[in-house]
């Protein structure tokens, strides 16, 4: 009679947890963003009907919530949210390793960047969830980062003198290096910024840039790309580890596909926000606008690879291994060793 009253109790138990429905409260891309945050509404929307979970997800913009890209980590670490949307760049001032997986100069086009994330992948994950208590879901670019600038210039090396917006220690460094001044600004704050002269130039990608309407504020587009706005999706781990190994592995591969779809709208958004920048007659998707295109150079490559070598790897391996001794090694190990590059 036990034997069975147990049985029956465990049988109840399954029941009830199969039945359970997941809960999830979200923050998600700034909603000027048009494609890439309609894309991840779209994902939140649909996620119980692609996982075959009972599962609603609380979505809302970044923005909407009040909150800064630089708070997301710690937001996620908390359980404040359970799964936030976040660049990599921003929260790398809260540890710089795991900055290393987009570091400026390192990876000049997509095909390279994705050997270097693949590379990195593994212990940026093991690294986010000892450090951040976070289990990373997605990693995938933005687009490249280029130049809007309010001042004539005619390359990199026109950024000398200027006051210009970054978002990371790497590329506050390349700014240095080639003499121009670094300022510190989340997203929101970019456009004021540039219409009180606060900044002079600003960095971001094409789709970026146009959407935050950045050309009424600048004359000068110099699409020279210097790195990828790595993001990421990244869960609570407690959260995650209350989930079971078939609700973990429908997730997982639901993360997989809508990483595929935000690399699919890097490649294919990016040379239309161009053309839609400069007044282009391609313009399709994005607004149009009569910047002046500054075409990069040879010189202004070499510039780049100057500067990301001699000032930025060596600068940032010296900050990461300051706080995690093993820093350079992973990446010499990792991203390096596709690469063909190495930290001393």
């Known amino acids: 009679m036990k034997i069975l009253i147990s049985t029956f109790l465990s049988l109840l138990l399954a029941v009830n947890l199969a039945s359970a429905e997941i809960k999830l409260n979200a923050s998600g891309l700034v909603s000027t963003h048009k494609y890439h945050v309609a894309l991840e509404k779209e994902f939140y929307s649909n996620l119980s009907k692609t996982t075959g979970l009972k599962i609603t997800v609380n979505y809302n913009s970044l923005d909407v919530l009040g909150l800064q890209m630089k708070d997301t980590i710690r937001l996620v670490r908390t359980g404040t949210f359970d799964i936030v949307e976040s660049t990599v760049g921003e929260i790398s001032r809260d540890d710089p390793f795991l900055g290393g997986i987009d570091l400026i100069g390192v990876s000049p086009n997509l095909s390279s960047l994705k050997k270097s994330i693949d590379a990195y992948r593994d212990a940026f994950s093991k690294r986010a969830e000892e450090k951040f208590n976070a289990k990373i879901l997605s990693l995938w670019p933005y687009g490249p980062q280029v130049f809007y600038c309010k001042k004539p210039i005619t390359g990199l090396s026109s950024l000398k003198g200027l006051k210009v917006r970054s978002f990371t220690p790497a590329m506050s ?4 290096t080639v003499g121009g001044t670094p300022v510190a600004l989340s997203f929101k704050e970019v456009y004021p910024a540039l219409q009180r002269g606060v900044a002079d130039c600003a960095i971001t990608s094409p789709t970026s840039g146009n959407s935050g309407n950045w050309p009424e504020v600048t004359s000068h587009y110099f699409p020279l790309g210097i790195s990828w706005s790595v993001q990421m999706h990244a869960m609570n781990l407690d959260r995650w580890k209350k989930l079971s190994s078939s609700e973990q592995a429908a997730l997982t591969k639901a993360f997989q596909n809508l990483e595929k779809g935000f690399w699919d709208l890097a490649k294919k958004n990016t040379g239309d926000a161009d053309s839609c920048n400069v007044g282009g007659s391609d313009c399709k998707n994005y607004k149009k606008f009569n910047m002046k295109l500054v075409k990069p150079t040879a010189a202004d490559e070499k510039l780049l690879a100057k500067a990301s070598q001699e000032a930025v790897l060596p600068g940032w391996g010296k900050t990461c291994n300051s706080v995690y001794p093993d820093c350079t090694k992973v ?14």
């Open 331 to 344: 990446w010499n190990d990792t991203i390096g060793k596709v690469q063909g590059l190495k930290i001393n």
């Open 173 to 176: 460094s390349m700014i240095e």
